[in-house]
Structure formats: C-alpha cells, structure tokens
C-alpha cells in the first residue's frame, strides 16, 4: 500500500551541488509530476510527465531537469542547486477519473540550499 | 496566466466551530478539488466537484461548486483537532477525457483549532 514514495525526505545542500530526488509510484499511473511549495504560494507546477519516456516544463522549470525512463519512477535534478531553490518538493502521480485528474502526493523532501 | 485566490491565509477556531472557506478565479474552471495537507506530509484529496451548483459531502466536509464556475466553497461543521492543516483548492479547466489539462493550485487556508 505504498502509493507515492520519495526519497530522501531531507537534504541539505551547499550552492553549486547537484542532487537527485527520485520518486516512485505503484498504482500505475501514467502522469507523474514535480512539484514546490514555498510558504504563501502553494503548490507550483515544475515539470511533469503524461508517460515513459516523455516530460514537459510546469510553471517554474528553470534551474531543474527531470527524467522518466519507466513508467513508474520520475526523477528531478537540480544540477547546480542555489539558494532560492529551499522549498519543499512534492512528487504526485494521477490518473483520469471522470475526465479529472485525481492526484496521489508523496510526503515531500525538504531541501535546504545554504 | 490562471490563478486561484483562497481565503481566508488562515484562520484560529475553537474546537467545535464551523468553518468557512472558499477560492475564487478570475476564469472557469469545469472541476474544482479540495485538498488538505497535514503537517509534514503531502497533500489528500478531499472532494471532487464536476457541476455548477453542486454540492458534495464528505462526512463533516460540505464543498459547493460556484454557480458561476468562478468560485467553490468549503465547510468543516463541528471542527476537531485533526482537522489542523492546510487546505487548498485546485481547478482543472479540462473537459474531455482525452485531452491533458493539469490541475492549477490555489495558495491555501491555514486552519488552526484550539482545544
């Protein structure tokens, strides 16, 4: 009953890294997306994924790369991650439920960029 | 770009209050959704609503789709201490099972209850 898992839940880093996050879902959803969440702006779109192999930019895509090899795993680079991308990251997976999109979160990783 | 507007940013309510919420948009929406975030995980959907003027339960939670399809409210009746977090309204513009319309997410409402 695992749903959408990310890993890590915490990181943080020192500007100029490179980090992966990897998220994985087990519903076998076809979206997968990535998301922000600063405090006062709610959720941002970053990139996200409508099937394998395929990925598009959300609404705040600069500074970040993604990946979706298999079906089940979206990953999100930051490869050289600064202080302004501090925020909670969110993975979510959905499907098409009555022409909506229901959407399954992970529990975030909090990432700090010092 | 679209937007969605919550109100209030947050609220403090003693326990057993009834809470009101609600989201606005400057354009139509065809579904809106509530989601609720509890500290430290991601966020739950709620309630679903796919029709101007319906009105959806879930157990305590009551949600209405505006009329004008600009706007959606939610209600908590008797409000508990597990319902501390943070909810949030999203709108989907999409109509047609086939065609990709992705989910725009409003700032959200802080909701404390005090014992």
């Known amino acids: 009953n695992a749903g959408v898992t990310q890993t890590p839940k915490f990181r943080v880093l020192k500007t100029g890294q490179s980090m992966t996050l990897l998220c994985a879902q087990d519903?076998?959803?076809?979206?997968m997306y990535w998301y922000r969440q600063d405090p006062g702006m709610g959720l941002r779109l970053i990139h996200y994924?409508?099937?394998?192999?395929?990925?598009a930019k959300g609404e705040v895509p600069d500074g970040y790369n993604v990946s979706r090899l298999k079906k089940q795993n979206f990953l999100l680079g930051l490869e050289s991650a600064a202080p302004s991308q501090t925020s909670v990251y969110f993975c979510?997976?959905?499907?098409?439920?009555?022409?909506?999109?229901?959407?399954?979160f992970g529990s975030g990783t909090q990432l700090s960029v010092l | 770009g679209q937007q969605l507007n919550q109100s209030p940013q947050s609220m403090f309510i003693q326990e057993g209050e009834d809470v009101s919420m609600n989201c606005t948009s400057s354009?139509?929406?065809?579904?809106w959704l509530w989601y609720k975030q509890e500290p430290g995980e991601g966020p739950v959907l709620l309630i679903a609503?796919?029709?101007?003027?319906e009105l959806t339960s879930n157990g305590r939670l009551t949600a209405q789709f505006g009329i004008t399809r600009k706007d959606s409210f939610l209600n908590i009746s008797a409000s508990i201490p597990s319902d501390v977090g943070i909810y949030f309204c999203?709108?989907?513009?999409?109509?047609?099972?086939?065609?990709?319309?992705?989910?725009?997410f409003g700032p959200g409402t802080s909701l404390s209850v005090i014992p």
């Open positions: 979510a997976s959905s499907y098409l439920g009555q022409g909506v999109e229901k959407l399954f």
């Open positions: 519903m076998n959803h076809e979206y």
């Open positions: 994924s409508v099937g394998e192999g395929t990925t």
């Open positions: 354009s139509i929406f065809n579904t």
């Open positions: 609503l796919y029709k101007a003027g």
């Open positions: 999203a709108g989907q513009a999409g109509l047609l099972k086939t065609s990709y319309d992705k989910v725009i």
